[in-house]
């Protein structure tokens, strides 16, 4: 998981890998927090799939 801070950096990810996930996640949402897990196990079974958070 890639941590973004901000629009350059998110455009790098998004023009070097073919599937990427957005996650807008802020420290005190319990759904990004739950989200969080579900993601990763995504990540391990799509190797090309590259998940940004937004921070």
Known sequence: MI?????EELQV???????VVVLFYA??????K???????ELMSNFKK??????I
């Open 3 to 7: 941590d973004i801070q901000n629009e």
């Open 49 to 54: 799939l590259k998940i940004v958070k937004l």
């Open 27 to 32: 420290k005190w949402c319990t759904p990004c």
């Open 34 to 40: 739950k989200m969080m897990t579900i993601l990763i």
């Open 13 to 19: 990810v998004l023009k070097e890998n073919e599937l």
